[in-house]
């Protein structure tokens, strides 16, 4: 079972309200979220490919509890010739087994991705929404309904220009660098309005910092008054 966090998140000294519905949609980066990241040009066999910890939980936790979830990721390596369409599928599917290993429910429901490079301007590729209002739009779902959970600045700027206000960043992958190589709290995840040196970071404010997945799970199941 998913141990709950506490949800009194401190927002420039206030509370945050939460959302008190569970959401119907939870979309996840990738690399550094469910998976570990490699470094640039990211995994491109299967051998790279290693869980987080407990990730296979958090998301069979979700489906448990209704949600379906689904993977939003830039996969650049493709459109650079550096692995196959056919080699990503793989990728994924293997994803896929190592999940179901863990975990009997944690299934991904949907897999959106985006193979361009950055001088493809994609609307589709993160920081874009592209991929997130095609998700939006496949489920049926809107923006308050939905959540997001990435690693880095690109993962946040998307959500936020697809409208998800529920924003958490992950210290895993990109994220511990992006917060200055300070730590996530722990029981109780930060509401972050301001993030020193980083104006990218701040023009999306305000976003959870957790230190998982399995965190993320945890603040979240807790925020909708959810046991998990």
């Not at 739009?137 to 700027?157: H, K």
């Amino acid at each position: 079972m998913i141990k709950p966090l506490l949800c009194a998140a401190a927002f420039g000294g206030m509370k945050v309200p939460l959302s008190q519905s569970f959401p119907s949609l939870v979309l996840l980066d990738r690399d550094g979220v469910i998976n570990e990241d490699v470094g640039a040009p990211g995994v491109i066999c299967p051998s790279q490919l290693r869980l987080t910890t407990n990730a296979a939980l958090a998301i069979g936790s979700l489906r448990r509890r209704g949600a379906n979830v689904a993977l939003i990721t830039n996969q650049s390596c493709v459109g650079k010739g550096l692995l196959t369409p056919k080699g990503l599928e793989d990728i994924h599917g293997l994803l896929q087994q190592l999940l179901l290993q863990d975990d009997k429910d944690a299934y991904l429901d949907k897999i959106y991705v985006c193979t361009s490079t950055k001088d493809d301007d994609d609307p589709r590729m993160k920081p874009h929404p592209g991929m997130i209002l095609e998700a939006l739009d496949d489920f049926s779902v809107a923006p308050e309904d939905c959540i997001f959970v990435g690693d880095t600045v690109t993962d946040m700027q998307a959500a936020h220009a697809a409208g998800i206000e529920r924003r958490v960043l992950v210290e895993t992958g990109y994220g511990l660098g992006l917060m200055n190589s300070v730590s996530a709290a722990t029981p109780t995840p930060q509401w972050l309005h301001t993030v020193e040196h980083n104006d990218d970071l701040n023009s999306v404010t305000p976003f959870v910092y957790t230190k998982n997945l399995y965190e993320a799970v945890s603040w979240l199941c807790d925020g909708g008054n959810i046991p998990c």
